[in-house]
C-alpha cells in the first residue's frame, strides 16, 4: 500500500487540518516555542505529504479533468 493510498483515504478535512497544525509546529519551532520532537514530527508530516504530492503528480493516478 503506498503512502499516496493511505493519505486519500483520509478526508479532505483530516489532511487540511494536520497540514494546519505542521504548519503552527514549524512556526512555533522557529521562535522556539517547541521541544525538537514537535519539528521532527512537522518534517516528517511535510515530507509524507510532499511524497503523496510527487507520487499523484509524476508516478500515480492523473486526476479526471473537468
Known amino acids: ?9 483520509l478526508g479532505d478535512n ?3 487540518f494536520a497540514d494546519g497544525i ?3 509546529a514549524a512556526f512555533g519551532t ?3 516555542f517547541l521541544p525538537p520532537l514537535a519539528s521532527l ?3 516528517v508530516w511535510m515530507s ?4 503523496d504530492w510527487f507520487e499523484a503528480r509524476f ?3 492523473r ?3 473537468d
Request: proline share 3%; no cysteine; glycine share 4%.
Open 22 to 24: 505542521a504548519a503552527a
Open 48 to 51: 509524507l505529504r510532499i511524497y
Open 30 to 32: 522557529l521562535l522556539q
Open 59 to 61: 508516478l500515480g493516478e
Open 1 to 9: 500500500m503506498s503512502v499516496h493510498t493511505i493519505l486519500n483515504q
Open 41 to 43: 514530527l512537522t518534517i
Open 14 to 16: 483530516v489532511k487540511h
Open 63 to 65: 486526476l479526471p479533468k
